[in-house]
């Protein structure tokens, strides 16, 4: 295999990541992990196929696709490449996330254009050659010595089958030797026949067969490790080599699966597949595993939201504590609480805060729960609980900040209440034309500028830094300075001052948010330094020390 430097379009290796039985296995933290086994040697490029109609999941409720996840370009695109950028420490980018809504239009609108014409398009041979085409395309650009591509879904859905089809033909196109299958499968432990039962892993397999491909490396995700029968089973039945049985248990984190994997001999397939010579280097990786697995500290921290039913709506801010917490040996037990229940008053805010060494309130959208919010980071000011808050969570704070320390108690967004008499946090001007939902928010990393002496700029050890955003409404240039005059410091603007994406309140223990999110950019290697202040003052609140 060739190094990137020397690329060309025969030289890149494919390999194709499919899944089945049922969704949520985990296709995009194993192909994640394989990606970081190879990433030391070779540059990896992910993709991901979605069968969903829409372009992006950008208009999607948490509760229907989980977290959006927002790319450095803007991107709005699936979770699973929050996993590829942590495990791969790289920055995606959206054209790397391919919907069947994507792809739709894209033929659209070449049979729009006449370039199909005298021509039935259907969709073989011109809808997978249009998947395969932009495959091929990101590959060239990126010169990559191995593009992962995740198929969404599971084998057999109809929404994914053209995905499917188009990495089978690209066996024909590119040659055996320049493409590689991995199955994820599912293989029960049923307590009380106390054995695994592979039946539903064989019957995947035999599906996926039927569609022209056979797996060169089946994973079998199991809640326990993989029996020596179970394996044997698999290989039979699925006619897979037995040392091409990959077991995939749960883990204590998912930073765990690059090492299960390198143990369980993944690499070593790849590698004779591929021909080249294994390499890892996975020394830091597994020193800062020790550190969560054999922590010395736990902190408990409060994440006070609306989409609390589902924990995949907050799965990078859920990461960037536990990155934090490795580099402080501390577990972090997160408790995700419902505002709206404390807006009700169907639990005392007391019983559900006061135990706690931290307070998060995190991203969302419109006015349920928003009051008990407001509640919440009141308790978390007045009774000194290290608090974050994170795009909307800095708009919350803001109001809650000039309803009880300003005295504006009418003071809110004109997003929960259009009729406020002090807006404190409105609509962004270039906003209010939009009719068009998809794409149109202030979106991607954006420069700010932070102010000396504060703690925000001491916690990035710079005074100018990028951070990615997803958002419609800001905080009112109006209220700015009577906001400093009580008391809060504004320690982040945008390059030309009008924008607040930092704040702090410099007397407490912790109080900071921002506008942005940069759950997005934390890393195992690298945490993002709010996290890692905010997780650091927690653990001081509870040990008096970090």
Same mark, same amino acid.
């Given at each position: 295999?060739?190094?990137?430097?020397?690329?060309?379009?025969?030289?890149?290796?494919?390999?194709?990541?499919?899944?089945?039985?049922?969704?949520?296995?985990?296709?995009?933290?194993?192909?994640?992990?394989?990606?970081?086994?190879?990433?030391?040697?070779?540059?990896?490029?992910?993709?991901?196929?979605?069968?969903?109609?829409?372009?992006?999941?950008?208009?999607?409720?948490?509760?229907? #696709?989980?977290?959006?996840?927002?790319?450095?370009?803007?991107?709005?695109?699936?979770?699973?490449?929050?996993?590829?950028?942590?495990?791969?420490?790289?920055?995606?980018?959206?054209?790397?996330?391919?919907?069947?809504?994507?792809?739709?239009?894209?033929?659209?609108?070449?049979?729009?254009?006449?370039?199909?014409?005298?021509?039935?398009?259907?969709?073989?041979?011109?809808?997978?050659?249009?998947?395969?085409?932009?495959?091929?395309?990101?590959?060239?650009?990126?010169?990559?010595?191995?593009?992962?591509?995740?198929?969404?879904?599971?084998?057999?859905?109809?929404?994914?089958?053209?995905?499917?089809?188009?990495?089978?033909?690209?066996?024909?196109?590119?040659?055996?030797?320049?493409?590689?299958?991995?199955?994820?499968?599912?293989?029960?432990?049923?307590?009380?026949?106390?054995?695994?039962?592979?039946?539903?892993?064989?019957?995947?397999?035999?599906?996926?067969?039927?569609?022209?491909?056979?797996?060169?490396?089946?994973?079998?995700?199991?809640?326990?490790?993989?029996?020596?029968?179970?394996?044997?089973?698999?290989?039979?039945?699925?006619?897979?080599?037995?040392?091409?049985?990959?077991?995939?248990?749960?883990?204590?984190?998912?930073?765990?699966?690059?090492?299960?994997?390198?143990?369980?001999?993944?690499?070593?397939?790849?590698?004779?597949?591929?021909?080249?010579?294994?390499?890892?280097?996975?020394?830091?990786?597994?020193?800062?595993?020790?550190?969560?697995?054999?922590?010395?500290?736990?902190?408990?921290?409060?994440?006070?939201?609306?989409?609390?039913?589902?924990?995949?709506?907050?799965?990078?801010?859920?990461?960037?504590?536990? #990155?934090?917490?490795?580099?402080?040996?501390?577990?972090?037990?997160?408790?995700?609480?419902?505002?709206?229940?404390?807006?009700?008053?169907?639990?005392?805010?007391?019983?559900?805060?006061?135990?706690?060494?931290?307070?998060?309130?995190?991203?969302?959208?419109?006015?349920?729960?928003?009051?008990?919010?407001?509640?919440?980071?009141?308790?978390?000011?007045? #009774?000194?609980?290290?608090?974050?808050?994170?795009?909307?969570?800095?708009?919350?704070?803001?109001?809650?900040?000039?309803?009880?320390?300003?005295?504006?108690?009418?003071?809110?967004?004109?997003?929960?209440?259009?009729?406020?008499?002090?807006?404190?946090?409105?609509?962004?001007?270039?906003?209010?034309?939009?009719?068009?939902?998809?794409?149109?928010?202030?979106?991607?990393?954006?420069?700010?500028?932070?102010?000396?002496?504060?703690?925000?700029?001491?916690?990035?050890?710079?005074?100018?830094?990028?951070?990615?955003?997803?958002?419609?409404?800001?905080?009112?240039?109006?209220?700015?300075?009577?906001?400093?005059?009580?008391?809060?410091?504004?320690?982040?603007?945008?390059?030309?001052?009008?924008?607040?994406?930092?704040?702090?309140?410099?007397?407490?223990?912790?109080?900071?948010?921002?506008?942005?999110?940069?759950?997005?950019?934390?890393?195992?290697?690298?945490?993002?330094?709010?996290?890692?202040?905010?997780?650091?003052?927690?653990?001081?609140?509870?040990?008096?020390?970090?």
């Amino acid at each position: 295999m060739h190094t990137s430097k020397s690329n060309t379009e025969n030289s890149t290796k494919w390999i194709i990541v499919t899944g089945g039985v049922i969704s949520g296995l985990g296709k995009g933290i194993s192909a994640a992990a394989i990606g970081k086994l190879l990433s030391g040697n070779f540059k990896v490029v992910p993709i991901k196929c979605d069968g969903y109609l829409n372009i992006d999941p950008g208009t999607m409720n948490p509760f229907e #696709h989980g977290e959006v996840f927002v790319l450095e370009d803007g991107g709005e695109v699936d979770m699973d490449f929050g996993h590829y950028e942590r495990f791969l420490n790289i920055n995606c980018k959206s054209g790397w996330n391919l919907t069947t809504g994507k792809i739709f239009d894209s033929i659209i609108k070449q049979e729009r254009k006449g370039e199909f014409l005298g021509k039935t398009v259907q969709v073989i041979p011109h809808l997978t050659n249009e998947i395969k085409r932009q495959w091929m395309k990101i590959a060239k650009e990126e010169k990559a010595d191995v593009m992962t591509i995740e198929i969404g879904g599971t084998v057999g859905d109809i929404e994914n089958s053209w995905f499917v089809e188009a990495a089978r033909q690209l066996k024909k196109d590119i040659g055996s030797d320049n493409v590689l299958y991995v199955h994820l499968s599912y293989v029960p432990f049923v307590k009380t026949a106390g054995q695994q039962k592979t039946k539903p892993a064989q019957r995947d397999v035999q599906l996926l067969r039927e569609t022209g491909i056979v797996p060169d490396i089946m994973i079998g995700r199991s809640e326990v490790p993989l029996t020596k029968e179970s394996k044997s089973k698999l290989a039979l039945y699925c006619d897979v080599l037995e040392e091409a049985v990959i077991s995939a248990p749960d883990v204590k984190t998912i930073y765990e699966l690059p090492i299960t994997f390198e143990e369980e001999g993944i690499l070593r397939i790849i590698s004779k597949k591929f021909n080249f010579t294994p390499k890892t280097n996975l020394e830091e990786w597994k020193k800062l595993i020790g550190n969560i697995k054999n922590h010395t500290k736990t902190i408990n921290i409060a994440l006070c939201g609306k989409y609390t039913g589902l924990t995949d709506a907050y799965a990078s801010l859920i990461e960037s504590l536990n #990155h934090a917490g490795a580099h402080l040996s501390t577990k972090v037990n997160v408790e995700l609480i419902e505002t709206t229940d404390i807006e009700e008053g169907k639990v005392p805010i007391d019983q559900l805060l006061a135990d706690k060494d931290a307070i998060i309130v995190p991203i969302g959208f419109g006015s349920r729960g928003a009051e008990g919010k407001i509640s919440t980071v009141r308790y978390a000011r007045e #009774h000194n609980i290290p608090f974050l808050g994170l795009c909307f969570g800095l708009q919350i704070a803001v109001i809650e900040f000039a309803r009880n320390v300003c005295g504006f108690k009418d003071a809110n967004s004109t997003e929960i209440d259009p009729k406020t008499k002090d807006p404190v946090v409105m609509i962004l001007p270039e906003q209010m034309k939009i009719i068009e939902k998809g794409g149109t928010m202030r979106l991607g990393a954006e420069k700010s500028i932070l102010k000396r002496g504060t703690k925000t700029t001491q916690l990035y050890g710079n005074t100018t830094v990028y951070e990615r955003h997803r958002h419609r409404y800001e905080v009112n240039p109006k209220y700015h300075k009577i906001l400093e005059k009580h008391g809060m410091v504004i320690s982040g603007s945008s390059r030309n001052g009008k924008l607040v994406e930092f704040i702090e309140l410099p007397n407490l223990k912790f109080f900071a948010a921002t506008q942005a999110h940069p759950e997005y950019k934390s890393r195992l290697e690298t945490p993002s330094p709010l996290y890692y202040g905010l997780v650091k003052a927690a653990v001081e609140k509870k040990y008096g020390r970090a």
